[in-house]
């Protein structure tokens, strides 16, 4: 049961350029989201987060977008540099009862420079 | 920036034998996880930890793995006997959700574990 998608498992952007990803959930019940991004060899590192009570959520060249009624969140990478290369995992949390933070399986970007 | 630390980077085991993987945590977090990933797969929920018990499990933990937290620094994860399809990256992440209900994880670099 795959309660969070990322349905692009690949994303080409030219440098400058806005990267969008994407991620769907199922779980009306998460009211947490988080972006992660990972390089190879390296644990994932956070990124940037939003809480269901909010839509938009902003900090430096990185913005996530929450439409709470399509399950639906994106994270905007604004201008895109080659640095931001790897792979971005969504996640997810809040299931009443529940301390797991459940992951998507990841969009490879990749930013031509 | 304080960190979560892992031990070994990389492990190779024969199939059968018992692995310990180490990891310390942030020191004032609170809540302390493992989670594996699958050579180009999702980074998969294994267990979390707090107030030194199981808070959650998933169905791949089964018997062969144990957490622990020997003392108040270090959380080990065992798999008492591998078999080749625990070969993984093993992720040690904590959080303070004692402090804000919405708090991130953090990850350490992981273990890769390699089972022969």
């Known amino acids: 049961d795959q309660q969070v998608k990322q349905n692009s498992p690949s994303l080409s952007v030219q440098e400058g350029r806005i990267s969008i990803l994407n991620c769907d959930y199922t779980n009306s019940m998460f009211d947490y989201f988080l972006w992660y991004k990972k390089y190879p060899a390296e644990g994932p590192t956070f990124l940037i987060s939003?809480?269901?009570?909010?839509d938009k959520n902003e900090d430096g060249r990185f913005t996530v977008f929450l439409n709470k009624s399509a399950k639906h969140l994106s994270l905007h990478i604004v201008p895109s540099q080659p640095g931001d290369s790897a792979v971005y995992f969504c996640?997810?949390?809040?299931?009443?009862?529940?301390?797991?933070?459940?992951f998507g399986t990841g969009t490879r970007l990749k930013v031509l420079a | 920036e304080p960190e979560v630390t892992q031990t070994p980077s990389h492990q190779v085991t024969q199939m059968g034998q018992e692995v310990i993987l180490r990891c310390v945590p942030i020191s004032n977090h609170l809540y302390f996880y493992w989670y594996r990933q699958i050579l180009g797969q999702k980074v998969e929920f294994l267990v979390s930890?707090?107030?030194?018990?199981?808070?959650?499990k998933s169905e791949i933990f089964d018997d062969q793995f144990s957490v622990e937290r020997p003392d108040g620094s270090n959380f080990t994860l065992k798999i008492r006997s591998t078999k080749l399809e625990d070969s993984a990256m093993y992720f040690c992440a904590s959080s303070n959700r004692g402090s804000s209900y919405n708090s991130p994880l953090h990850f350490g670099n992981g273990t890769r574990l390699t089972v022969t």
């Open positions: 939003i809480s269901s009570i909010k």
């Open positions: 996640a997810a949390s809040g299931d009443s009862g529940t301390y797991k933070y459940i």
């Open positions: 930890f707090y107030n030194n018990e199981i808070s959650e």
